[in-house]
C-alpha cells in the first residue's frame, strides 16, 4: 500500500468559538457529575464548561488553574474516551460532551488573548529542586510555585517538557503548544536550568549541601527503554521507538539534519508493540517517508492497549496492522535487518523488513540513584515511595513520582500522582521549617 502524503501539522483541529460555546451549552450540569469521577485529577469539568457557555473564558480558565498546569496538552493528548468523555453520561447515546477539545479551547483561548495572570504569593515557603521536566515535574513546580515556593527545574535536554517535547509527535502535540505550556509555568516564578544532568554535572548530595533546597522531587520518567532478548536484536535496523521519536523531533525543530533520521523514503517498517507510542512510531514512519508500516502485535485487536481513537487515525493513514503475529527472531546480512522470523496464527513466516521500531515499554534509568546514597528501588528499578509524607523516597527530603515510581503512565496519571507529590512535599517542607524555628 502506496504511504499518503502525511505533513506534521496538527491532525484534529481546535473549536472556534461559536462551535466551543454552543458545545459547552449541551452540558447537563449533572447533580453528580460521572465526568468529574473518570477524570485522574478531578477536574470541576461542570464549573469551567457552564462558565464556557455563558462566554466567560477567564473564569473558566480561573477553575482549570486550580487542577491542571497543563490543559492545552492535557485537551490534546489525554485519553478523554477512556475518562471524562467515557464517564460522560451523554456517553449513552454515543455524543458525550467533547470535554477535551473544550478544555483545549480555553487553553488556547487563555494564551492567545494573554488574558490576565494570577496573583502569586512571596516565595518565602522554602526552595525545592525538581528534576526533570516531564508532565510530573511540570505539575509539582507549578503548584509549588502556586503554593509560595522556590522552585529550580534541572532539564537535561536542551528545551524542556521531557516525553512532551520529545516523545509524542508534532501532529499530536505541536511542541509550540508544549512551549507556550512551560512559559506559563516559568510565569509563576519558576527557574529552568536546561542542558544539566543530575548524576553527572551535580549530585543530590551535592544540590541539598551547596544550593541548600529543602526538598528535591526526581521526576526522570523512565528514559531506558525495554528490548528483545531475541537474537538479532543487535543488527543495524532495529531501533528504539522512543529515539525514533526524539530523533524526528529534533529534526522538525532544525536541530539536526534530516539525514540522521533513522527511517528513510521508500524503507518497509514495522512496530513491535500495540500501545500509543507503538502508533506514534507507525504513524511519524509513514510522515518520515516509509512505504509500507506494519504494527506487529501478538495478540488480537481486543487486547490492544493503544486508544480506539489513535488505533483508526493510523488505519486511515494507512498503516497496516499484523495481529496474532509474535516476532520470534530478527534476520539479517552483514549486520543489517532484512526480515522477521515470526509465528502466526498460519504457522511460521518470514517478513521481509528494512527497519524495526521496537515499542515495547521502558523503564527507570538509574543514574541519579546509583549516586546518591539511600534511595530505594524495588527488583525493577521503580522508586519506592512513602504514603507520609505522600512521594517521599526512603532518604529524608528527596521525592519522586510519575512514571519512575510508578509503571508508565499517561500524562495525566503523571500529573495526578505529582499533584500528591506536591502536597507531601509542602507538608514536609512547612514541618521542617517548624522545627528549625
Known amino acids: 500500500m502506496e504511504s499518503k502524503d502525511l505533513k506534521f501539522e496538527e491532525v484534529n483541529e481546535g473549536f472556534s468559538i461559536k462551535e466551543a460555546v454552543d458545545e459547552a451549552k449541551r452540558c447537563l450540569n449533572c447533580k453528580n457529575p460521572l465526568c468529574v469521577q473518570g477524570c485522574p485529577i478531578e477536574h470541576n469539568i461542570p464549573g469551567w464548561i457552564h462558565q464556557l ?12 488553574n486550580e487542577k491542571s498546569n ?25 455524543n458525550p460532551i467533547r470535554v477535551g477539545k473544550l478544555e483545549r479551547f480555553i487553553a488556547d483561548f487563555d494564551s492567545d488573548m494573554k488574558l490576565i495572570r494570577e496573583k502569586l504569593p512571596q516565595k518565602n515557603r522554602g526552595k525545592v ?12 513546580a ?31 502535540l505541536p511542541k509550540e503548544v508544549v512551549r507556550r505550556e512551560i512559559r506559563k509555568i516559568e510565569g509563576l516564578g519558576v527557574t529552568y536550568i536546561p542542558n544539566f544532568i543530575v548524576g553527572q554535572n551535580t549530585t543530590v548530595d551535592e544540590m541539598f549541601d551547596q544550593k541548600n533546597f529543602d526538598a528535591i522531587f526526581i521526576g526522570t520518567g523512565t528514559a531506558k527503554p525495554k528490548t528483545m532478548n531475541i537474537l538479532g ?31 528513510k523514503e521508500g524503507d518497509v517498517v514495522g512496530v513491535v508493540g500495540c500501545g500509543n507510542v507503538a502508533m506514534d512510531a507507525a504513524r511519524t514512519a509513514l510522515r518520515m517517508g516509509a512505504k509500507e508500516v506494519y504494527v506487529i502485535y501478538y495478540r488480537d485487536l481486543k487486547n490492544m492497549t493503544a486508544l480506539k481513537a489513535e488505533y483508526n487515525e493510523a488505519l486511515e493513514e494507512g498503516v497496516q496492522f499484523l495481529w496474532n503475529t509474535d516476532t520470534q527472531e530478527f534476520l539479517g546480512e552483514r549486520g543489517r535487518l532484512k526480515a522477521i522470523k515470526a509465528m502466526t496464527s498460519e504457522g511460521e513466516k518470514i517478513i521481509p523488513m528494512d527497519k524495526i521500531l521496537l515499542a515495547i515499554g521502558s523503564q527507570p534509568a538509574n543514574r541519579i540513584v546509583s549516586t546518591t546514597s539511600g534511595i530505594n528501588v524495588d527488583e525493577r528499578g521503580y522508586v519506592i515511595t512513602k504514603e507520609r509524607p505522600y512521594g517521599m523516597t526512603t532518604r529524608k527530603g528527596v521525592f519522586a513520582g510519575g512514571d519512575v515510581v510508578n509503571t508508565p ?14 502536597a507531601g512535599i509542602a507538608q514536609f517542607v512547612d514541618a521542617k521549617k517548624l522545627l528549625e524555628e
Open 142 to 172: 507549578g503548584d509549588l510555585a502556586r503554593d509560595g515556593f522556590n522552585v529550580v527545574i534541572y532539564e537535561s535536554e536542551p528545551e524542556l517538557g521531557g516525553v512532551l517535547m520529545y516523545g509524542i509527535p508534532e501532529y499530536r
Open 409 to 422: 503512565q499517561t500524562v495525566v496519571l503523571a500529573m495526578r500522582d505529582a499533584k500528591k507529590v506536591a
Open 53 to 64: 457557555s455563558m462566554g466567560n473564558m477567564g473564569g473558566a480558565m480561573s477553575i482549570i
Open 233 to 263: 536484536c543487535n543488527l543495524k535496523g532495529v531501533i528504539q521507538s522512543s529515539y525514533f521519536l526524539r530523533i524526528v523531533s529534533l529534526c522538525n525543530s532544525d536541530s539536526i539534519d534530516k539525514s540522521e533520521v533513522p527511517v
Open 70 to 94: 497543563l490543559p492545552a496538552v492535557c485537551g490534546r493528548v489525554c485519553p478523554h474516551e477512556r475518562q471524562c468523555e467515557g464517564h460522560c453520561i451523554l456517553n449513552k447515546k454515543q
Open 129 to 140: 529542586a525538581i528534576i526533570g521536566s516531564g508532565p510530573a515535574g511540570l505539575t509539582v
